[in-house]
């Protein structure tokens, strides 16, 4: 049985999804504030949080900040309608996918088997390629194929590649992309992970003008695949 913990602090809505969860099958714990949260998420260990980011004393963003130097299990953040500016600081601080309230119960339920799925399949496993649709990665000789063909790529555009074809589905902010991929120290902006998005289409894309592969998700960033 799947473990999922929820922390929220709108006791109506809690116990609702708490009933939903259960009803279909996953395990479920209850913390009504951050602090809570952080020590449930010690002592259950879920396989999934779903985290409400307006929460009294400490933020959702400062706990999925806390979590994420400890475990890369999956977050879904809850936001409210208007919330904008949060979602995409939860995706920047690793969050996996998020949902806007009101949603319906169903809704809830598929996004957290579609994440929980995701990071099933992209648990860490000696693996030396990756493949999706027409393409083959192999991480060893670090040489792309599409459709079969050897297509070259820089470092840059195969390091990027990679972090995409490991997490498919999953919605990238250019921050996280630019950490991740680049690091901290350079000088960078923005802008750089757009282009390299732009080259790495030109390469991979059966048409990069209407990319089925890399899409833009508005105002937020990238997301690969699904
Ligand atoms: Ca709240």
Redesign the pocket.
Same mark, same amino acid.
């Given at each position: 049985m799947p473990k999922v913990l929820l922390v /929220?602090? /709108?006791i109506p809505l809690a116990e609702g999804i708490e009933y939903s969860l259960r009803y279909e099958g996953f395990e479920t714990a209850h913390a009504s504030d951050g602090l809570k949260g952080l020590e449930l998420f010690r002592t259950f260990e879920p396989d999934l949080i779903l985290l409400? +980011?307006? +929460?009294?004393g400490r933020s959702?963003l400062e706990v999925c900040q806390e979590i994420r130097r400890e475990s890369n299990v999956p977050i879904i953040i +809850?936001t409210?309608k208007g919330e904008e500016a949060d979602k995409v600081m939860g995706l920047a601080q690793g969050a996996d996918d998020y949902v806007t309230k009101p949603f319906s119960t169903p809704e809830l339920i598929a996004r957290v088997r579609a994440v929980l799925r995701r990071s099933r399949s992209a648990e860490p496993q000696a693996t030396e390629s990756l493949a999706y649709g027409p393409l083959q990665l192999n991480l060893v000789s670090r040489k792309l194929r599409v459709e079969g063909q050897p297509v070259e790529l820089t470092r840059r555009e195969f390091d990027l590649l990679e972090m995409f074809m490991r997490h498919p589905g999953r919605v990238f902010t250019r921050e996280t992309l630019l950490s991740r991929v680049w690091g901290e120290a350079e000088f960078i902006d923005d802008r750089t992970v757009d282009v390299h998005v732009r080259w790495l289409r030109q390469k991979i894309e059966a048409d990069p003008s209407r990319p089925a592969l890399i899409q833009t998700v508005r105002s937020v960033g990238y997301r690969f695949g699904e």
């Open positions: /929220e602090d /709108e409400d +980011l307006m +929460l009294p959702g +809850l409210a």
